[in-house]
């Protein structure tokens, strides 16, 4: 069983819907929890970082972690062509720890 | 801020060959950098990981003396893929995290360098 699992997708939705992206893990030491994005052939880029259990909100984006079921998801309200790229959950247990990272969700917003 | 480059982007080189990929943080300093290899379609797995100024610590099954990295300044590190085969054409990236660094969140990627080995 991988410490981090992520459906790989491909998850396609029309412009304007509410996404909803989704990470399990196995290591209860986990603290810190991540979400990049990454575009084709490009580096992740760094969306939303939490700490811990509970919400985090940032613009269009909302970022949710639920430490007893081990269960994490990233919300994408009306969604964007340009939004589409895939998606990375990536966790730690320390803040000088390495990151482990889901394999992706491949996100595309249709018009 | 927070610029992470990576030379070449794409690199194509012959089999027993080696091919050098630098990684520099452009507008701040990094104690610490990763490498990553990533295939297509899968995720981010780390190489190893430097710290200025000593050696790499290479992640299981990471052939160190494969991959030769080296960071000799606080914005500067290097990975040298020894006598590269196909196998090992890859997407690999590099991150550096800021020596004022306060999270594990605060690690800043670069655009990553295509190797293809023929």
């Known amino acids: 069983q991988k410490e981090v699992e992520q459906d790989p997708g491909p998850l396609s939705v029309p412009e304007g819907a509410i996404v909803s992206l989704n990470c399990t893990y196995s290591n209860s030491a986990f603290q810190y929890f991540m979400w990049y994005r990454q575009y084709s052939r490009k580096g992740p880029e760094l969306l939303m970082y939490t700490y811990s259990s509970g919400n985090k909100e940032d613009g269009r984006f909302t970022a949710q972690v639920d430490k007893s079921s081990k269960y994490i998801s990233l919300f994408i309200r009306d969604s964007q062509p340009s939004d589409s790229a895939t998606y990375l959950c990536a966790m730690s247990p320390g803040t000088a720890s390495k990151l482990t990272f889901g394999t992706g969700t491949r996100l595309q917003v249709t018009l | 801020g927070a610029v992470v480059s990576q030379h070449p982007s794409w690199v194509i080189c012959k089999s027993g060959t080696s091919v050098k990929i630098e990684c520099r943080s452009l507008d701040f300093q990094a104690t610490t950098m990763f490498w990553y290899r990533q295939f297509p379609k899968q995720s981010l797995m780390l190489m190893a990981t430097s710290n200025e100024g000593s050696k790499a610590t290479y992640e299981q099954g990471v052939e160190k003396d494969k991959f030769l990295i080296n960071h000799a300044s606080l914005t500067l590190s290097t990975l040298t893929v020894t006598s590269a085969h196909p196998e090992d054409s890859s997407f690999y990236i590099c991150?550096?995290?800021?020596?004022?660094?306060?999270?594990?969140?605060?690690?800043?990627f670069g655009p990553g360098t295509r190797l293809t080995v023929t």
């Open positions: 991150s550096a995290r800021p020596w004022t660094s306060g999270g594990a969140y605060e690690q800043y």
